[in-house]
C-alpha cells in the first residue's frame, strides 16, 4: 500500500539556519507533490507545489526538491526565523485527493 | 475574499449519536473534500464533492456520508459515532478546470470528541 514517510522526530534549529524536512514514498507514482504548514489546532496553509516533471521549485525563503527516482522531496526553510516553527506536511497528489504524510514539527530557536 | 469556512468549531457527542458538519468553499471553488486528522497525524482523505455527487472516496466505512448544494457548499455527516471517530474534521476546497485544481485550500476544521 502507499506509504509517505516524513523526519519522525522534531527538528531542532537555531534562528538563520537552514531547516531540511524530507518526504519519502514508496508504491506511488504522484503527478504532483505539495507541502503545507500547519499550526496547532489549526487547518493546513498551501505553501508550495511541485509537479512529477519539475526538480526544484522556489517561493520567497522556501525550496522544494522533488526526485522521482529516489521517490523522495526535500524542503529547505532558509534563514529560519521562530515565526517558522510550526508542523510541515508533505501531500501526494494524483487524481485530486491529497495523501498526507505524518508531519515533521519544526522549532526555531533565538 | 473569505476563505473556506467550517462549522462549527467544536462539538462534543457521545457514542451512538449521529453529527452533521458544514463548509464553505472559497468564492470561486467548485470541489470540496473532507479529511480526517487525529492527533499527531496527517490528514486522512474521506471523500470529494464536485458538481454535487462523490468523485472520489477514501477507506471509510457508509457510516460516513456527504452532500454538496448547488452553491457548492458541503456537509459531512457521521452516524454511529464511535470513539475513534475523534478527530479534527477539515474540509479543503479547490477549482476543477482551471489548471490550479491540485492547490487544495483548507478550512480551520471541526474539532469532535466523542464520550
Known amino acids: 500500500s502507499q506509504k509517505i514517510e516524513q523526519n519522525s522526530e522534531a527538528l531542532n534549529i537555531q534562528e538563520g539556519k537552514t531547516a531540511t524536512l524530507t518526504c519519502n514514498y514508496t508504491?506511488?507514482?504522484?503527478?504532483?507533490l505539495q507541502w503545507y504548514r500547519q499550526d496547532p489546532g489549526r487547518g493546513p496553509v498551501f505553501l508550495l507545489l511541485?509537479?512529477?516533471?519539475?526538480k526544484e521549485k522556489r517561493k520567497e525563503r522556501l525550496k522544494v526538491t522533488f526526485d522521482t527516482t529516489l521517490k523522495q522531496s526535500l524542503f529547505h526553510i532558509t534563514a529560519s526565523q521562530p515565526a517558522d516553527s510550526a508542523t510541515y506536511l508533505c501531500a501526494l497528489g494524483n487524481t485530486g485527493k491529497l495523501i498526507f504524510g505524518q508531519g515533521t514539527t519544526l522549532q526555531v530557536k533565538p | 475574499d473569505a476563505g473556506v469556512t467550517q462549522s462549527p468549531t467544536h462539538l462534543i457527542k457521545t457514542r451512538g449519536q449521529q453529527v452533521t458538519l458544514r463548509c464553505s468553499p472559497k468564492s470561486g471553488h467548485d470541489t470540496v473534500s473532507w479529511y480526517q486528522q487525529a492527533l499527531g497525524q496527517g490528514p486522512q482523505f474521506i471523500f470529494q464533492y464536485y458538481e454535487e455527487e462523490e468523485r472520489q472516496r477514501g477507506n471509510f466505512p457508509d457510516r460516513f456520508s456527504g452532500h454538496q448544494f448547488p452553491n457548492y457548499s458541503s456537509e459531512l455527516n457521521v452516524n454511529a459515532l464511535l470513539l475513534g471517530d475523534s478527530a479534527l474534521y477539515l474540509c479543503?476546497?479547490?477549482?476543477?478546470?482551471?489548471?490550479?485544481?491540485?492547490?487544495?485550500?483548507f478550512g480551520p476544521g471541526t474539532r469532535l470528541l466523542v464520550l
Open positions: 479543503a476546497s479547490s477549482a476543477t478546470g482551471t489548471g490550479t485544481q491540485e492547490t487544495q485550500y
Open positions: 508504491n506511488y507514482s504522484p503527478a504532483y
Open positions: 511541485i509537479r512529477e516533471n519539475e
